[in-house]
């Protein structure tokens, strides 16, 4: 029943940026975060950003940190990485995340997952 969708993907060059949007509908629990990863073919899914819905916390890994920002409209229950500077490394599917407990960087520890959506960064 939750469902967690994100959008806004897509293929673009080195140096340019893009918007990642997520929309979570179905929650029945109170929610303490939220969070991007991401999955390259042939690697783990990697930690990227987490955010603590009700404060605004903010989270990032070193690779991205800078870089990127993990924002959230908390009228419209959408969930946002703006991602600048955009690099050929993180060419990745990138997917959203939710969970109960903010602080947490492994995948395993998240319960709730979007579907991903591509993105490629041509060099």
């Known amino acids: 029943q939750v469902q967690l969708v994100e959008s806004g993907g897509g293929l673009v060059q080195a140096g340019d940026s893009l918007r990642l949007s997520c929309a979570a509908s179905?929650?029945?629990?109170?929610?303490?975060?939220m969070g991007w990863f991401r999955q390259a073919p042939g690697k783990e899914r990697e930690f990227v950003a987490a955010?603590?819905?009700?404060?605004?916390?903010?989270d990032y890994a070193d690779s991205v940190k800078g870089r990127f920002t993990i924002y959230r409209d908390n009228a419209k229950n959408r969930m946002y990485l703006q991602m600048n500077s955009l690099k050929p490394e993180d060419t990745a599917v990138y997917y959203c995340?939710?969970?109960?407990?903010?602080?947490?960087?492994?995948?395993?520890?998240?319960?709730?997952w979007g579907q991903g959506t591509q993105v490629t960064v041509a060099s």
């Open positions: 955010i603590s819905w009700s404060a605004g916390d903010t």
């Open positions: 179905g929650l029945t629990f109170r929610w303490l975060a």
């Open positions: 995340t939710a969970d109960t407990v903010y602080g947490r960087r492994r995948a395993n520890d998240y319960s709730y």
